[in-house]
T-cell receptor
Framework: NAGVTQTPKFQVLKTGQSMTLQCAQDMNHNSMYWYRQDPGMGLRLIYYSASEGTTDKGEVPNGYNVSRLNKREFSLRLESAAPSQTSVYFC???????????FGSGTRLTVV | DQQVKQNSPSLSVQEGRISILNCDYTNSMFDYFLWYKKYPAEGPTFLISISSIKDKNEDGRFTVFLNKSAKHLSLHIVPSQPGDSAVYFCAAKTSGTYKYIFGTGTRLKVLA
């Protein structure tokens, strides 16, 4: 029972490169989320998917796209990476029942 | 516009004493609140929750208090243990919505 799995754990990109952060859950969550964590900024919501086939913007969506491929998978894509996107990215699924989210262990991304 | 604020970036407490972490919010529509704990290189994990119909919720050494009129919640840890050293995030949402809004976090250090 892996919960929420993110890949890769670490990534260094050059400015302008593209990449996709992968997230998969085996907990049958309907809702899934992508957050970024920056020093002094807490966790900020990038995009979320309330259910399979739907996606919506969060607080900081610019520069990102997402795909909810199926119920298990929710990917985050950076089309043209910028140094401002250097951050730790967390994927999460909604546990329901008032217990909030189950988070993955994060992807540390550095854009140089 | 930070809707959920944790004004103390860090807190140090002696082992065995009480730790009090504070969180303020501005949106009066928030009616469900969570606390998460985060260790380095891991995703946040759920700690305790409270809904607006209550003013207190306890789970072992952890108690969350909610003061709706002041738009303030606090997390009490008694007694504090070195293993409690982590970053603590509060989060809030409105019923019927999918998104939790997170605070900026407070780093707790429990000194042995």
């Amino acid at each position: 029972n892996a919960g929420v799995t993110q890949t890769p754990k670490f990534q260094v990109l050059k400015t302008g490169q593209s990449m996709t952060l992968q997230c998969a859950q085996d907990m049958n969550h309907n809702s899934m989320y992508w957050y970024r964590q920056d020093p002094g900024m807490g966790l900020r919501l990038i995009y979320y998917s309330a259910s399979e086939g739907t996606t919506d913007k969060g607080e900081v969506p610019n520069g990102y796209n997402v795909s909810r491929l199926n119920k298990r998978e929710f990917s985050l894509r950076l089309e043209s990476a910028a140094p401002s996107q250097t951050s730790v990215y967390f994927c999460a699924g909604d546990v329901g029942g008032g217990y909030g989210y189950t988070f993955g262990s994060g992807t540390r991304l550095t854009v140089v | 516009d930070q809707q959920v604020k944790q004004n103390s970036p860090s807190l140090s407490v002696q082992e065995g004493r009480i730790s009090i972490l504070n969180c303020d919010y501005t949106n009066s529509m928030f009616d469900y609140f969570l606390w998460y704990k985060k260790y380095p290189a891991e995703g946040p994990t759920f700690l305790i929750s409270i809904s607006s119909i209550k003013d207190k919720n306890e789970d072992g050494r952890f108690t969350v208090f909610l003061n709706k009129s002041a738009k303030h919640l606090s997390l009490h840890i008694v007694p504090s243990q070195p293993g409690d050293s982590a970053v603590y995030f509060c989060a809030a949402k409105t019923s019927g919505t999918y998104k939790y809004i997170f605070g900026t976090g407070t780093r707790l250090k429990v000194l042995a």
